[in-house]
């Protein structure tokens, strides 16, 4: 072929859409990485705290004492208001102020110690808000 051809620098539209599809396709995995690898403002506060206060209210064994409530709000993170609920059975103790409607919150079902010797399951509930 000659430097003059008109087919130089030509390719079939086949690999041209192609390329094109690898381009958009490795542009648009890389924006969403990059969007999931910011930091943001409205992360859920909940869940971690919830593990945060499970972990400070059970014993060994994994059973919640319910008399360790009043001081569970070391728990909480700095910065943050509080309010931990424990129920079990009819018995519900509560630790915090009343929380707002836009409070972030998460609860999880836990083994509690009712009173010596008896356990019971219940439900530890975490509202966080600043």
């Keep these: 072929m000659s430097p003059s051809s008109p ?3 030509q390719t079939s539209p086949l ?4 390329a094109l599809v690898v381009v958009c396709a490795a ?10 690898s910011r930091p943001t403002a409205d992360r859920a506060l909940a ?3 919830l593990d945060n ?5 059970a014993d060994d064994t994994g059973v919640v004492d319910s008399d360790r409530l009043s001081t ?7 910065g943050y208001t509080c309010r931990i609920v424990v129920a079990a059975d009819d018995e519900r103790r509560v630790v915090g102020p009343d929380a707002p409607t836009d409070a972030d919150s998460d609860s999880t079902r836990v083994s509690v110690r009712v009173a010596p010797g008896v356990v019971k399951f219940g439900t530890l509930r975490v509202a966080v808000w600043s």
């Excluded at 690999?15 to 192609?18: E, H, I, K, R």
């Excluded at 542009?27 to 999931?36: E, H, I, Q």
């Excluded at 206060?53 to 209210?57: T, Y």
């Design 7 to 9: 087919r130089r620098a």
């Design 15 to 18: 690999a041209a859409l192609t």
């Design 27 to 36: 542009l648009s995995g890389y924006a969403t990485v990059l969007d999931k």
């Design 47 to 49: 869940p971690a705290t």
């Design 53 to 57: 206060v499970e972990s400070f209210l």
């Design 72 to 78: 569970a709000h070391s728990a909480c993170p700095d």
